[in-house]
């Protein structure tokens, strides 16, 4: 392995700046009342982590449940509340606000060089209105579950089942709103705060992927609002708009709700791609290739994201006609996806590469996020996705999007950032170690779900057939390894906010605006408006800056 | 710390610094700016969501077209077009009150805001005596919902006489059912979004006669005055698709 990059200051003599956001005021009201980003980015982050652990949980229960051929661990109504409430918990209160609300909130001021986001009331408003439909979420959970499925599927949730639909749907609702003030913050702090000098190609691509996610959050969250709220009504009053019996169409609901859903795949996806192209560059000493066309990617997927809603539908009875089309439109989203892939590729060629956590968590989003897009490709042609569709083929190629991907991300951007946001360093050996197992595990689990889906196992099922076991035990396997592949970074995460090394305002030798102030910072980020005078990620115009101030202080 | 705010503020030289601007502005045009930005957008996703309910107007009505006809002439185009009235006539108001902030004028203000108040109770006021109209003759969807007057048309003289309706086949004559659903939600959303305006119209009665607005910062006026526009544009949507059109086919 080569050299580092990591350049700490002397540790004997380091210290935390004594001034700075989190010291600035005390008491837990100062944060709950706070306008400021990065405090709610971290009220955020625990928050999330919080969801996190409850839905893996539910995962890991899934798992020990599918451990044998038998229902065995709960009971097969159980046991749909479970996977249920894992799908609600994991996308409307992790997968969702994870990378936006945390490191988004935290560092697109930063970025571009704003003091704050434009409406940091509604920011914090945001956090209360996810932490309410947290709290619901909870409590539907404690008083009995629900067992429609993430998906809400009408006739079943407005007419058979007897579980809490209505206070799930609540959750689900008041979650998008706070999703969509998260993403008109973004596009409003984006258009109107951006410092002198900062232009729209001089944003980090890291900007660039969360303005394109915002747009999803902004135009498709309220679709699947007005979607849960008829369903509602149905299941209270009884409106006819979704049910047969009075003429109404159990497909409207969902292309309502995909219309959402689909995009909302983006919306988890888009910010991480984000991270990506961050710690790319900085990993490998080079500006990301092709940035243009990495940051019209971004808006690219968000704009073909709202087109290919029905391939969720293929064997619904859509007609053939819109199946072909799209099926076609699915097929577009791979080009962009691949734009960025091929970019990042061509970004480490001739890099000068080195291998911190980060950069491991890269390599795995690259690897996992691959194949989780290509055999979106195959469930995207109409023919293979009828075979495919409902077996654990769908379930392992959007976990792997999602947790391969997304969620590797997710790490790579806390381990990036988490000097900037603590001022410490987390510790480099077993981090690295972590990001490996967490690898492993993820390939073990989820990989052989694809050989079990093209078997013919059905996905939502607590029993399955004998001859699936031994693929199944794998997974649970797999499962085990990657939980204690998320539990070492909450470990030694944590650890480090104590002990960790003094990281300096620049351990990484990063080219962007939050990289030149002080390790945590300021409550106004910028004690001057900085200026923006150079492209970004334009190594050479660090190396003079640095130079100028060795001659400076010298 | 004491360094920065001395930075910060030799930064800012000798401008004037007005109460009400933000800490991370740099100027109160960059503010008013951003606030009018993020009400537009706002407005966006209002849009979103009540275009699902179009779109689910827009597939039933192509569908059940007779259905949809017949079920129309359960409205009353006079209170109808008295609450068109009555929502322009407000969004008038309105715009006078923005106007007032913007000019200075408090008493013309909370004058005019009062004035859209009232039309605006005055509008939820004929909203319920329709409703209550639907709920008599059983046309409220779900458990009580009757076919009568479609499957019958003469039970129902006062329809009847005005427009001579054929009865309908008890096949088409349900799908009635999904018209009055999408009546009682989209006239329900918006009904919805009037109560939340009228109350936050009250809320500003109350802060502008102690003077709010009238001070220059009108942003907050002015975006509530898009909002009130908006809620009324969708009203003008409304009323066509559910009372006029096709009536007299």
Redesign the interface.
Known sequence: MSATIVTLPDQSTARIPKVNFITKENGLLSWLLTGDHKRIAILYLISITFFFFIGGALAGLIRLELLTPQADLMATDTYNKVFTMHGVIMIFFFLVPSVPATLGNFFIPLMIGAKDLALPKINLLSWYLYMAAGMLAIYTMATGGVDTGWTFTTPLSTHYVNTNVLTTGLAVFIAGFSSIFTGLNFIVTIHKMRCPGMTWFRMPLFVWAHYAASILMVLGTPVLAIAIVLVALERTIGIGVFDPTKGGDPLLFQHLFWFYSHPAVYIMILPGMGVISETISTFSRKRVFGYTAVAFSSVAIAVFGFFVWAHHMFIMGISNYSMLVFSLLTMLVAVPSAIKIFNWTFTLYKGSITFETPMLYTFGFMGLFTIGGLTGVFLGTSGTDIHLTETYFIVAHFHFVMVGGMLMAFLAGIHFWWPKMTGRMYPEKISQLAAVVTFIGFNLTFFPQFILGTLGMPRRYAAYPPEFQVLNVFSTAGATILGVGYLLPILYLTWSLKYGAIAGSNPWQATGLEWQIQSPPLTENFAVTPIMDHECYDYEWLEKQTEKEVASVG | ?S??TA??HA?HGHEEHPSYL?????NVE?QA???G??MW??L???V??????F??YL??RN??YP?FVQASHQLDIFWGTLNTAVLITSSFTMAMGVWCAETRRRSGLVFCLILTFILGIGFLGIKTIEYKEKIDKHH????HYSLQSFTNPQSDPEIYEKYHDKPLALDMA??T??YF??Y??MTG?HALHMIIGIAILGFMIFRARGGAYTNGHVTFVENFGLYWHFVDIVWIFLFPLLYLISRHQ
């Open positions: 710390m360094d920065s930075l910060a930064e933000r800490h991370h502005f740099e960059q700016d951003a606030a930005f993020a957008l706002f966006l996703t209002e979103m969501f009540f275009g699902g309910l779109t689910a597939i039933y569908w059940y259905a409220v969807p779900g458990f349900r799908h059912e999904v659903s999408l009682f939600v959303m």
